[in-house]
């Protein structure tokens, strides 16, 4: 059965346009002129790794910041630039795998207009081990797609109205180079990597969807981060992570939709 999400976007006054047009919006964000009309940035797990990331330098670019977090009153980096910046920064409590309080969320924020809306908040679960092939924790297995790959849908979902008021309307999905099939060489991790895998088939659908309302839809793959879910061993630090996605983002056009992209602007083969 096919499942019918009410997405209600308004044809895009840029959709149809040429790459070179699109290329001009985004990189307009940079003019110090531009920096007037604020886009407006919504991330989930934005208060520690890639998602604090992600808040602190759309900050820096002047950016609105939405600025989602499991626990505020233990967001104290969040609440930090937050204070410092409180003309940019608003801090909402958001259990991504929480269906009403995402749809609460949504709907106390009626007239906000959302131009980039970043799937961030993830989980790791279960062994990194290779060659391990042993009787998964089926209930974690479960949560692990909730968060990783029913909550991206549901916030797409949930904040499409938001992303209709937005000429930009862009969805970036934080997948993981370990939800790629093709790139599966080394096993375990059955339950992360299925979550991903699956996001990126999310992703891909949601592409076809909302192809005719203007959106862009994309997985990114932030590289292997120092952060705690990376690690300390991990290869770069989520400033180089992030930098990297924020230019791969700038540069979307619509013919990006639906592409797995790494932090490096490199094609993941799904
Ligand atoms: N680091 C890497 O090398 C790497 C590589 C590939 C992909 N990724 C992906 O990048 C994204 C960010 O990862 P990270 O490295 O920054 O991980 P991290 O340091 O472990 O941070 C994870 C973030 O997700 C939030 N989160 C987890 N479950 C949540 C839920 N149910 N509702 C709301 N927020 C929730 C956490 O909030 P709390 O503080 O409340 O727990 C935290 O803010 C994830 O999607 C991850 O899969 C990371």
């Not at 110090?32 to 992600?54: C, P, Q, W, Y």
Request: proline share 4%; net charge neutral.
């Amino acid at each position: 059965m096919r499942q019918c999400i009410a997405i209600e976007m308004p044809r895009s006054d840029t959709a149809g346009s040429s790459d070179k047009t699109l290329l001009i919006r985004h990189d307009r964000h940079h003019d110090t002129h531009e920096k007037a009309d604020m886009s407006t940035v919504l991330i989930t797990g934005a208060n520690r790794g890639i998602g604090l990331e992600f808040s602190q330098q759309y900050v820096a670019d002047g950016w609105q910041v939405v600025a989602c977090t499991r626990r505020p009153e233990k967001s104290d980096a969040l609440n930090s630039l937050a204070a410092r910046h409180p003309q940019q920064i608003s801090v909402h409590a958001l259990d991504v795998a929480d269906h009403t309080q995402i749809d609460q969320l949504a709907a106390s924020l009626p007239h906000l207009s959302i131009d980039l809306l970043l799937n961030n908040a993830g989980v790791y679960t279960g062994s990194h081990a290779a060659g391990v092939f042993q009787a998964p924790d089926y209930e974690t297995w479960a949560y692990a797609f909730l968060v990783n790959t029913i909550a991206p849908l549901k916030m797409a979902q949930a904040f499409s109205p938001h992303l209709s008021r937005s000429t930009q309307k862009i969805i970036a999905t934080i997948s993981s180079q370990m939800g790629s099939i093709a790139d599966n060489n080394s096993g375990g991790s059955y339950m992360y990597r299925s979550s991903k895998a699956a996001v990126n088939m999310v992703v891909k659908t949601l592409a076809i969807d909302l192809k005719t309302a203007g959106a862009i839809v994309v997985a990114l793959h932030p590289g292997w981060v120092k952060t705690d879910m990376g690690g300390p061993n991990a290869l770069i630090s989520p400033t180089q992570s992030v930098s990297g996605m924020r230019q791969v983002i700038r540069r979307l056009t619509p013919e990006d939709s639906g592409r797995f992209i790494s932090y490096n602007g490199q094609m993941i083969p799904w």
